[in-house]
């Protein structure tokens, strides 16, 4: 069974940055989709961003320009750089993992904007 942890949350005022990490078991990060979702309160958990094995990336409209999504194969682990966060980015974050059909997820970690 594959693990994903997820570590970098935390509170951070508006305009604020933060990057997360997800550090992955064996060799997911080289081989599978990675990606990014986040769940806001009370809402449904969302796509923010993707990188695949072979360094295609997208982003979701609302955070296309802030944030980054990269991968250190050497380290098994996908970060998160945000920069310019606001309050609507106040949400868990959770790190996926898929390929041919297997499918893992990350405990989330939760990040907070606020002033």
């Known amino acids: 069974q594959a693990q994903l942890v997820e570590s970098g949350g935390g509170s951070v005022q508006p305009g604020g940055s933060l990057r997360l990490s997800c550090a992955a078991s064996?060799?997911?990060?080289?081989?599978?989709?990675i990606y990014w979702f986040r769940q806001p309160p009370g809402q449904e958990r969302e796509l923010v961003a993707g990188?695949?094995?072979?360094?295609?990336?997208n982003y979701a409209p609302s955070v296309e320009g802030r944030f980054t999504i990269s991968r250190d194969n050497a380290k098994k682990v996908v970060y998160l750089q945000m920069n310019s966060l606001t309050s609507e980015d106040t949400a868990v974050y959770y790190c996926?993992?898929?390929?041919?059909?297997?499918?893992?997820w990350g405990q989330g970690t939760q990040v907070t904007v606020s002033p």
């Open positions: 996926n993992a898929r390929l041919a059909g297997r499918n893992y």
């Open positions: 064996g060799n997911i990060v080289s081989i599978y989709t």
């Open positions: 990188i695949t094995g072979g360094d295609i990336i």
